[in-house]
């Protein structure tokens, strides 16, 4: 179950829905069995959950990529408060449980969703995700840092109504 939850939070950090993140997960599923040949079991430092992991997320990404026009010509513009700390994102992600992490994840629009998936919690440079997404360099910063800006927003309503809510 714990390797199953794991698989699955990948798939989910891409997606919008569960139900498309199970559809995704599934279709992942899919590859990794039918590769099982390419993993080698005899050497004891191999890891199959980061190598099904990274079958996972390409696949994520795939399926992205199929769904959505990313050639759609993006400028970015400035971003007057980017260094906006009023509230702790990393703080504030530790407090909440994982299934509202990735319920809040999955409200940023797709391609912020799919940077910040990247990035913040799969690790990729901005070069990798340019390899992989065909998202130019400057453009994976840009939308990193809206979905930061936006997540931040979000977590002060979520605190905001707490408060309003508790007083």
């Known amino acids: 179950r714990f390797t ?19 559809w995704v997960f599934n279709l992942a599923m899919l590859k990794v069995f039918r590769h099982l040949d390419r993993f080698n079991l005899t050497d004891p430092k ?10 996972l997320i390409k696949t994520s990404i795939d399926h992205l990529r199929k769904n959505i026009n990313y050639r759609k010509l993006l400028i970015p513009t400035e ?10 994102l990393n703080t504030a992600l530790d ?16 391609r912020e969703r799919l940077i910040f998936s990247m990035y913040e919690i799969d690790g990729f440079s901005h070069r990798k995700i340019e390899a992989l997404t065909e998202i130019k360099s400057n453009t994976s910063k840009w939308l990193l840092a809206k979905a930061k800006k936006s997540l931040r927003q979000k977590l002060n309503q979520q605190s905001a109504l707490k408060l309003k809510n508790n007083g």
């Open 46 to 55: 191999s890891n199959y959950l980061a190598w099904a992991k990274d079958i």
């Open 95 to 110: 407090d909440l449980a994982t299934e509202a992490i990735f319920a809040l994840i999955q409200t940023l629009i797709e």
């Open 4 to 22: 199953y939850e794991r698989l699955l939070n990948c798939t989910l950090r891409y997606t919008k829905s569960v139900e498309e993140g199970q």
């Open 79 to 88: 971003i007057k408060d980017y260094n906006d700390r009023q509230y702790d």
